[in-house]
């Protein structure tokens, strides 16, 4: 089972800011990636898939990169809306796909 | 538009049964990945089962042997039977739509339903 880390587990940030959530997978996974935003008492939503590829009405301050088994999602500007939990799966080597544990978004 | 709803969560209790559902529409069940995911309370996600559009279908290790994954596809319904029910599974279950399982590596999932409870106590 590939196990992914994400780090920091909570990110205070100010609105505005630019942030860089982390994302490390215990082995390869390509470029097999994808990110979710959930707000609280609401069904995660798609950002990020293949790496790097926006979902369908995804702004464009949302970016991801990476390959392999180091990841990242890039906030380029925080928005109020942006506060939330995100998580990131391999979908590379599966069953079972998994997540990681999350990155909560707070307001500083 | 392409939209999930899930339906039949609730109370039960150890070893009891539970039956959810999930209705699709804007799209066919039966052409894509159907996943269902899972949310204890305050914790992550994680995977419980998927069904591909020829009727395989895979499960966590926490409920293999105990859940089953079907799909009606003349109602255009998953569903996920969940029987020997323990605390341990009480959670938001979503179902979530994957990619074309004719394809690989496409098992992202969008969109997602709004989920429904099941709590086992």
């Known amino acids: 089972e590939i196990v992914m880390t994400q780090s920091p587990a909570t990110l205070s940030v100010s609105p505005g800011e630019r942030v860089t959530l982390s994302c490390r997978a215990s082995?390869?996974?390509?470029?097999?990636v994808a990110w979710y935003q959930q707000k609280p008492g609401q069904a995660p939503r798609l950002l990020i898939y293949?790496?790097?590829t926006r979902a369908t009405g995804i702004p464009a301050r949302f970016s991801g990169s990476g390959y392999g088994t180091e990841f990242t999602l890039t906030i380029s500007s925080l928005q109020s809306e942006d506060f939330a939990v995100y998580y990131c799966?391999?979908?590379?080597?599966?069953?079972?796909?998994?997540f990681g544990q999350g990155t909560r978004l707070e307001i500083k | 538009e392409v939209q999930l709803v899930e339906s039949g969560g609730g109370l039960v209790q150890p070893g009891g049964s539970l039956r959810l559902s999930c209705a699709a529409s804007?799209?066919?069940?039966?052409?894509?990945?159907m996943n269902w995911v899972r949310q204890a309370p305050g914790k992550g996600l994680q995977w419980v089962s998927v069904?591909?559009?020829?009727?395989?279908?895979y499960y966590a290790d926490s409920v293999k042997g105990r859940f089953t994954v079907s799909r009606d596809n003349s109602k255009n319904i998953l569903y996920l039977q969940m029987n020997s029910l323990r605390a341990e599974d009480t959670a938001v279950y979503y179902c979530?739509?994957?990619?074309?399982?004719?394809?690989?590596?496409?098992?992202?999932?969008?969109?997602w339903g709004q989920g429904t409870l099941v709590t086992v106590s």
């Open positions: 979530a739509r994957g990619g074309d399982s004719a394809m690989v590596n496409v098992n992202w999932f969008d969109p």
């Open positions: 804007g799209f066919g069940v039966s052409s894509n990945f």
């Open positions: 069904i591909y559009s020829g009727g395989r279908a």
């Open positions: 082995q390869t996974v390509s470029s097999n």
């Open positions: 293949s790496r790097s």
């Open positions: 799966q391999q979908y590379d080597n599966w069953p079972p796909i998994t």
